[in-house]
């Protein structure tokens, strides 16, 4: 068994490798001490072998996965719930619902629902402690196509201070981050406005040229929105707004390494460029997990998801509408290429995220830290969660 007391878990530390129990009380870790080989077989693993023990994941983009669409009306709180136990089985144990580019009180009441649902869970119980905030995905972004990427062009609009002010009211001031477009001229008022309430300004579906980009960077933009997508099919070698991001020092990335958003010169790029600046998202949305097919999305409309798990506008294949894999494939995408070792990876979809977020699971697997974690098998750079814990209690798993 994975939990060799009420609140104590055996396994092997991801990053060291040796045999170790954590202790955990009062949702933290307590303790993390050396457990030795002890020689049990009937420990847990294969063959004997102990379970790799792991910060939880942290995903900053979730759309929905599952056939839960979290940009469709109503909301189902039940559902909600649903995806978060969904989201537990694949090691993440934090995430931000990822509310996209649509008509403005539909945005508002999506957003309100959100804030229902949370505060319904109890935010210091573990399915509302699994949700720290809200991702706020346009609409101030480019309206050009490509940039746009598969948000609808209508409800498109330059930043509208007050309209944010309104929806960060009714998401019950949750929101975590907001991406947005520099090429607009409030931009820069936007960023800051985002400073002062702690919220992440984050760059994405731009267009914007580098003096905009570094103008708003300057006001306060601290990350990209999945880098190297929501752009041209065909982009001028250089300046261009992907350059100018990796560029710049200041600028967290975050990537959708599910194998189709990004080829691997892109990633690895990327991935020198930022000098451990590079974080791993999802971009999941509701046909993720699902077979493949011709879906509609009520914010995207038609697409298609291939059997090799590509998902694309009905409408042009060369726009991509979201990911259909979860975090935890991207993990294992970098680790297979070759760019970094597996613990690196999962770093940068776990801990990573949690301390851009300025969160306590940042603090990794660490005395005083949430208990926050997954107990996991490696088959190859192929994972299998065993168990899921958050705050110090199994969510998924025996």
Same mark, same amino acid.
């Not at 009380?25 to 049990?40: C, F, P, S, V």
């Not at 972004?141 to 062009?153: F, T």
């Not at 914007?208 to 041209?232: E, M, Y």
């Given at each position: ?24 009380? /009062? ?13 049990? *077989?009937?420990?847990?693993?294969? /063959? ?22 979290? /940009?469709?009306?109503? =909301? ?21 619902? *990822? ?17 229902? $649902? ?28 490509? &940039?746009?990427? $598969? ?10 201070? %007050?309209?944010? %002010? ?15 477009? &520099? ?22 579906? *731009? ?23 929501? $752009?041209?099919?065909? =982009? ?84 991509? $509408? ?55 098998? *490696?088959?190859? =750079? ?17």
């Amino acid at each position: 068994m994975a939990v060799t007391g009420p609140s104590v878990y055996r396994g092997r530390h991801y990053r060291q490798g040796r045999p170790i129990e954590v202790r955990c009380e /009062n949702g933290l870790i307590a303790e993390i001490r050396d457990a030795g080989d002890t020689g049990n *077989t009937a420990d847990n693993g294969e /063959n004997g072998s102990l379970y790799w023990i792991a910060p939880g994941l942290v995903d900053l983009q979730v759309n929905g996965y599952g056939g839960i669409d979290l /940009n469709r009306e109503p =909301l189902n709180p039940k559902e909600f719930y649903g995806l978060i136990h969904t989201l537990w089985s694949l090691g993440v144990t934090s995430f931000l619902p *990822t509310v996209i580019t649509n008509e403005p009180s539909a945005m508002g009441r999506l957003l309100a629902s959100l804030n229902e $649902a949370i505060v319904a869970a109890g935010e210091n119980k573990s399915l509302g402690a699994s949700v720290p905030g809200i991702h706020l995905e346009g609409p101030f972004i480019s309206p050009q196509d490509g &940039p746009r990427g $598969a948000h609808g062009k209508t409800w498109v609009m330059p930043p509208d201070i %007050e309209r944010l %002010e309104e929806w960060h009211r009714l998401s019950g001031e949750r929101l975590r981050i907001v991406t947005f477009s &520099p090429e607009w001229p409030a931009s820069e008022a936007l960023a800051r406005w985002c400073g002062r309430r702690n919220i992440v300004a984050s760059i994405g579906h *731009t267009a914007a040229d580098g003096d905009q980009i570094r103008a708003a960077v300057k006001a306060g933009a601290a990350l990209s929105t999945h880098l190297g997508n929501g $752009a041209h099919p065909v =982009l001028p070698r250089h300046p261009n707004y992907i350059w100018e991001q990796m560029a710049n020092d200041d600028l967290v990335a975050c990537v959708i390494a599910d194998g189709f958003h990004l080829s691997e010169a892109v990633l690895k790029t990327i991935y020198r460029a930022k000098a451990g600046r590079m974080l791993l998202v999802s971009d999941s949305v509701a046909v993720a997990g699902l077979p493949a097919g011709r879906y509609h999305s009520p914010v995207g409309g038609d697409v298609v998801l291939s059997q090799e798990g590509k998902l694309y506008l009905a409408e042009d294949e060369r726009l991509l $509408a979201g990911s259909a894999k979860p975090l935890i494939k991207g993990v294992e995408h970098l680790a297979s290429i070759g760019l970094c070792d597996w613990q690196e990876a999962w770093e940068m979809a776990s801990v990573g995220p949690a301390r851009t977020l300025g969160i306590p699971a940042g603090q990794g697997l660490a005395e005083g830290a949430p208990a926050d974690f997954v107990l996991m098998e *490696t088959n190859g =750079l192929c994972f299998s969660i065993k168990q899921t814990v958050k705050r110090g209690q199994p969510v998924y798993g025996g």
